[in-house]
């Protein structure tokens, strides 16, 4: 609509094509899931996850010494996740589903399996447990909660989850499913 170049993986933009009409492309760029972008001064390496979409990847962007990663659709909690984000300033990161109102809620029991499941996604207590461990030294400064299930979740009771257990040791903010998030500094 806009004229913006794409940025996709190959294995991804192909599933897409395969699905649905996308449109004329114009200006489509690939990369890797597991190698990283030049934009300038800002480098942007993407990080293969375990999550069930095709070739999925989360971001960390670095630029004049500081690090933010953009972390959503995850999967599960996998083998260097806490690494990547004690390495950070600041995250955004998935706190998709709340466990009680997941398996209380109105999905079948097929979508409850996947959303949980090791390609679905990350809880409010699997979240916070991550931001937890990573807290640990002094880099990490906020989290932004991102990628809220509309179902399954609650702005408010992921803060209350994500308090409860990180206990103070950074800020913490909810990124909006709606609007856009306040300007946050990195």
């Not at 004229?3 to 004329?24: D, I, N």
């Not at 990283?36 to 960390?60: C, K, M, N, W, Y």
């Not at 706190?95 to 979508?111: I, Q």
């Not at 699997?126 to 937890?132: F, I, K, N, Y």
Request: charged share 20%; with cysteine.
């Amino acid at each position: 609509k806009y004229g913006l170049p794409l940025y996709v993986t190959p294995r991804t933009l192909a599933v897409a094509a395969s699905r649905c009409g996308l449109g004329p492309l114009r200006e489509v760029r690939h990369f890797r899931s597991c190698g990283t972008l030049r934009f300038g001064d800002v480098s942007v390496q993407a990080i293969s996850t375990p999550h069930d979409g095709e070739d999925g990847a989360a971001f960390v962007v670095s630029a004049r010494g500081k690090r933010l990663g953009v972390l959503t659709d995850l999967g599960h909690v996998f083998g260097g996740l806490v690494q990547i984000v004690s390495s950070l300033d600041a995250v955004f990161i998935e706190s998709n589903y709340d466990a009680e109102m997941l398996a209380a809620g109105p999905y079948p029991p097929h979508l409850k399996r996947r959303i949980k499941g090791p390609g679905g996604h990350l809880s409010n207590a699997e979240s916070a447990e991550v931001l937890l461990r990573a807290s640990t030294g002094k880099r990490l400064k906020w989290a932004c909660l991102a990628h809220l299930s509309e179902q399954n979740n609650h702005p408010e009771l992921a803060l209350k989850t994500h308090r409860e257990i990180v206990a103070g040791r950074l800020t913490l903010y909810v990124a909006g499913r709606y609007s856009a998030t306040d300007i946050l500094s990195v």
